[in-house]
């Protein structure tokens, strides 16, 4: 909040209030870069979680119009920029997911012989937000590296929960998703990686983003990460705990599938599928009473099209709820959520007549 007053000037100024402002921005860079293991010059703030993966990923297509390989449940944001790739006669190739939701590194692998020791950019998040499953990073950052291809990782998903893996030239994250405000999203782009702007650059603090700086929004997104970061080990082994019962419990309920690994997999979300059920109605019905949660894709709640992460997966995608824990559940909540979740889908069976 002292930013508001602190923080508002133009930090390409040189008078008081603009050298003021750009310390702190710097400061926020300090601070994002130490989470996630990189240079403090290599991180930008672009408006947007979704802003950032465009960007970073364009910026790796720009020379030598390499073959993207990417996963099949990447984010939507990640496939947007394929597609608008392939429409410009790029070269793409999508790699599939196990049942568990994550990679097959094997047929990664083979999608990088095939570019035959020509350039390629490989895009794997870092973990799936819709089915909790964590990514093999390091077995990625191997393929890639024997490959010399830049590997694009959506890490929004880990940071400031989990640890940031190794390996990647470019990576990209959102401030809201560790409790930072909306409107901030995180770019980092390593030297050497061979990034280049993919739209006309700006004579602003980082050409990477072109604009004016928000820079109190910035600062509070950066202390929400230090925050977050402070006690992510403790969290996320009470979190798990606690996913760990709700997985256990909810696979007690008839005619439903648990989706992604039971093991490798984000320690607060938690995902299944109820068969003759449909995924909105039980969304609607949860929250009326007073139960946030969500159902098919994450980012595309009012498409009708089913999940393109489950049906990457080959799961049930009917019926589909997915819950995350905040920072503040506790075992009393999950036990309200599960009661009200079995009357729910049992309610919405039951209209339905004899099965």
């Given amino acids: 909040m002292a930013a508001l007053d602190e923080g508002w000037a133009d930090p390409l100024r040189l008078h008081s209030e603009g050298r003021r402002a750009r310390l702190l921005y710097e400061n926020a860079r300090e601070v994002v870069a130490a989470e996630l293991g990189c240079r403090p010059d290599e991180v930008s703030f672009p408006p947007s979680g979704t802003i950032a993966v465009h960007t970073g990923l364009s910026g790796l297509l720009q020379r030598r119009r390499p073959r993207l390989i990417h996963s099949a449940v990447e984010h939507s944001s990640v496939l947007h920029t394929a597609e608008h790739y392939a429409a410009a006669d790029g070269e793409r190739a999508s790699v ?72 990647w030239s470019v990576a990209a994250a ?17 030297r050497g990686s061979g990034w280049r702007a993919a739209t006309v650059a700006d004579e602003r603090v980082d050409p990477r983003t072109p604009g004016y700086e ?19 080990s403790e969290r996320a082994e009470r979190q798990r705990e606690l996913t760990e019962e709700l997985r256990k419990r909810i696979a007690a309920t008839p005619d439903v599938e648990l989706i992604g690994p039971a093991d490798e997999r984000l320690p607060h979300v938690v995902a299944g599928s109820f068969l003759y059920v449909d995924g909105e109605v039980l969304v609607t019905e949860l929250d009326r009473l007073g139960f946030a949660a969500a159902s098919g894709s994450a980012c595309t709640a009012s498409s009708l099209e089913p999940s393109h992460v489950l049906a990457a997966m080959g799961v049930l995608t009917h019926g589909n709820v997915r819950i995350s824990l905040t920072v503040d559940t506790t075992g009393d909540d999950l036990d309200a959520f599960l009661a009200a979740l079995t009357d729910v889908v049992a309610a919405t069976r039951e209209r339905l007549g004899p099965l």
Wanted: hydrophobic share 55%.
């Fill in 96 to 167: 599939g997911v196990g049942r568990d939701g994550r990679v097959e590194v094997d047929a990664l692998t083979e999608e990088l012989g095939r570019a035959g020791g020509g350039p390629a950019v490989v895009a794997v998040q870092a973990a799936n937000l819709e089915s909790g499953a964590l990514q093999p990073v390091e077995e990625v950052a191997a393929a890639c590296d024997a490959a010399q291809a830049p590997w694009f990782v959506d890490a929004a998903a880990v940071v400031g929960r989990l640890a940031m893996p190794i390996g």
């Fill in 174 to 190: 959102s401030a809201h998703k560790w409790g930072g405000p909306a409107g901030v999203g995180v770019l980092a782009v390593r």
């Fill in 214 to 232: 928000n820079i109190p929004a910035i600062l509070a997104a950066a202390a929400a990460l230090q925050e977050m970061s402070a006690g992510a």
